[in-house]
């Protein structure tokens, strides 16, 4: 093709740039590329420094650290889509209405529902990737709720629950349907281990245009948009502390 003959025409020259193709003389030799990953942004003396900092340390996720992500509801709140899973009726009697939350909930919305103190237990509060910062979480302007119910949850135990999440069934089934997934209607999707969520923590955006990790011993959980690195085993069995690896993790040289 004319991209084809056009870059086969220049490229024996030393220097040549047109709107098509750039051609200018690299100091990695075609010799030196190898059947790995080529990197064009290091030089090799670089590289080399870089494979033996890799061969000899330990890698975070094999040795010592676990990393996970957040909670998969799939239905956090109604939108455009899946109210049209609800008639028109339910709608009304319900009063149901775009930005609703179903199981992540307003704090409006959990403090006018009269949870008990045992449902009050499965209520988490809950962060999003874009209340992340640099160390620590962002502090919470409006403060959200996730209601974690997972498949070995008895939804006829938790009366306020139940009401709550029946007013869309709706919905509710047709996503655990659409997605193949063998959960109970009102279960969450994905529900990552409670212990992992509920331990020391660094975590940090799915995507981020630097990097951002933060901080936390809370009891907090997320959504799956944010990843979370904890101890493999507790009590750790490594010397360094999550908050160093939370520096270096930040530091410049990481970046």
């Known amino acids: 093709d004319f991209l084809t003959k056009h870059i086969q025409k220049y490229i024996g020259k030393p220097k040549y740039e047109d709107e098509f193709v ?11 590329l190898t059947g790995d990953a080529w990197d064009l942004k290091y030089d090799s003396q670089l ?10 340390g330990k890698k975070i996720g094999e040795n ?19 109210i049209k899973r609800l008639t028109q009726s339910e709608i009304e009697r319900y009063g149901i209405k775009l ?30 990737n874009s209340e992340v910062s640099c160390y620590i979480p962002d502090p919470y302007d409006k403060r959200k ?14 009366p306020t629950i139940k009401a709550h999440l029946m007013k869309f069934k709706g919905i509710l089934d047709y996503q655990s349907l659409g997605y193949g997934e063998t959960n109970k209607w009102y279960a969450v999707t994905r529900a990552s281990e409670e212990s992992v969520l509920k331990r020391e923590k660094i975590f940090t955006p799915y995507r981020a245009e630097e990097n951002t990790f933060a901080y936390s011993n809370a009891d907090f959980f ?34």
């Not at 709720?145 to 938790?158: A, G, M, S, T």
Request: aromatic share 14%; hydrophobic share 35%.
């Open 22 to 32: 750039k051609v200018f003389w690299s100091g990695v030799k075609q010799g030196e």
């Open 47 to 56: 590289n080399a420094i870089l494979n033996k900092i890799e061969k000899a």
């Open 64 to 82: 010592f650290l676990h990393v996970g992500c957040g909670v998969l509801t799939n239905r956090d709140y109604v939108n455009t889509r899946n």
């Open 99 to 128: 930005g609703d939350g179903i199981f992540v909930l307003s704090e409006a919305e959990y403090r006018s529902l009269p949870f008990s103190s045992r449902e009050r237990e499965l209520i988490k509060p809950w962060y999003k």
């Open 145 to 158: 709720f996730l209601i974690y119910l997972r498949n070995k949850d008895n939804l006829d135990e938790y």
């Open 222 to 255: 997320s959504s799956k948009d944010l990843y979370y690195i904890t101890y493999q085993v507790e009590p750790p069995n490594i010397g360094e502390s999550l908050k160093y690896v939370l520096g270096v993790l930040n530091s410049s040289t990481i970046e």
